[in-house]
């Protein structure tokens, strides 16, 4: 069985620099539109490692939020917003210099803490399943869940009262 | 009787203990998937092909033709005619075009159609993956079309094509949430996300024991179809590619095989929304005296045969219906299923029925009572008589 | 199974990503992008970590992740709801010519 778990090792790897790259050029990318797509695929990627984690339910949650959501919330922001046309508007500001060099500061003072502290190297119980998460939800952590359906309905209303439109008879632009 | 309940079990364990006297045992696990992978990917195409010769036999005789009888015994060779008419027509990208977002659209479209099929149990012991959150895992899956349909329609560029990508994007979005809700009575009633137990719970009274004899079951059926159809653009609710009004939606722009693969996720989609249905509400594979992977096929047969039968009866509806039926009708009703399936778990015998029964019956004729809508006023005609 | 501290050294890289696109972005809806993908680094840490715990603990981290994803999608909706608004009135979603408070 070692050559299979050395396929999975190396397919994680993969998949953290296949999400890495598409995290790089979600950002990067001056097409707002190409940029969210790149998200999209840097989630699902997010979403391969939660699987490699063993954590099914919140990959597949994972999936269906994000990409199936709030991918496509975005997407739909852009072409209500965008004008396809236009594309001389320059995507960034002038501080792309400066901020890449706090990003990169920031990241290797990160890493050289992670490198430093030691971590429990193996696992040392079996994950979750999703019926022990549902339990868990249900119990200890009921109130958070109560605050969190509470706050989902609130942006409901919310966003829908933000964005719809304006009555006729006030000013109108 | 047994042995071709599980033909396809035996066959596969059959070449794996070939394979397995000369290979090591990790190239085998391989090869097991690989086996699974490969009969996934053959039935998909295949499906999809006689899906259209069905469509189109089921829709010419009720419209009172015969449908395609040219190619072969009965026409049965029509999709493969088809099929080459596709690969030979020219392939035209239109100037201007997002080159990336248009090519790779068609292609991501059905990925998630194959990926869809990985959890469907199509046979005793034939769940060809056995996820334990299989129900999410399908949900989640077919909800990534809408990117795919994006990127057709944003890559296009074509003003009609974008209109099909935002009513989709608009549909999807809707029609998700009574589709997940119209499930979870069933995920609480089986106590599982896998399809593998769905399908075990309801076994028993000679293998009819289906949840859509039960009326949370009804209702939760009922509404998860629907849901079903609209999330495959399906008539009545295809107006992504209403094609008289937005020509065809997003694959305005395409052509040939590309076309094809579009028309291809379509109905792998269809089929893979029946078998789903089948499996949470018609017992799967559950059934007296036939094999198990028959009477799969043959209610997923039958709800896609209801599908096309939509497409001959029902006209397109228009777009405050579509949205009115999601959220103000469905979305309620799937609510009151919830609650109607844990009184259902609370309670014993005839009671049960009647409290389940009454209750969603009570709300679903509110739900119309409330539902009803604009309707305009009798016209008198002054002068006509 | 991997090393976790490879494992909080890619989200720290989606962390900087993130923070550098929230940063540099210009139109609104690209940093939002960015926060989704600062919201996802954390959620990813919190999941690593579940895992490596004791047994009891596990359940912590993944709820913690679901509830992240929750209010990243809650963000979303209210945030492009903002734009929409945004761009209903000022015709623009650049960041930077929007510097009026009210208009």
Redesign the interface.
Known sequence: ????TLLVKAGLYLIMAISLLAAVASVSLPNI??AA?AL?LALLGIAGIYLGLQA??VA??Q??IY???V???V??AI?LTNR?ADRSTPAKNSLGAACLAVAAGLFSILVRFIRSTPWPETTSAPAP??SEIGQALMGPYVFAFEVISVILIAVLIGAMVIAKKDNPGEDAP | METLDQIFVLSKKGILDFLGTFLP??VV??ACVAITIKAIAVLGPVTMMYLTLMERKVIGRMQNRIGPNRVGKWGLLQPLADGVKMLTKEDIVPHGA?A??HFLAPILIVIPSLLAFAVIPFGRGMTPVD???GV??F???S??T??AI??AS?GS?NKFS?LG??RS??Q??SY?VPMVLSVVPVILIAGS?STNDIVLAQAGWGGLKWFVFTPWGFFAFIIFFLCGVAECNRSPFDLPEGESEIVAGFHTEYSGMKFALFYMAEFMNSFTVSGLAATLFLGGWQGPFLPSWLWFFLKTYALIFVMIWFRGTLPRIRVDQLMGLAWKFLMPLTLVNILAAGLWYFTEGAARWLITASILAGSFWLLTKLNRGYTPEKRVYLFAE | MIPLSHLLIFSAALLVIGIYGAVVRRNIVGILLSIELILNAAALNFTAFSRFALAGDQEAGVIFTLFIIAMAAAAAAVGLAIVIALFRVRKTIMSDEINLLKW
Do not use: Q
């Open positions: 069985m070692l050559p299979l539109f190409h797509l999209a099914e339910f597949v949650v999936v269906l990409v199936g959501a991918i496509t919330l997407i739909f072409m396809m399943g999703t | 045992e990790w696990t391989l997002d990336v977002s996820l334990n959150v999410l895992f949900i989640a899956v909800s990534t809408t990117i994006f990127m944003w560029r974008v990508g935002m994007a608009a999807m979005i998700e996300l």
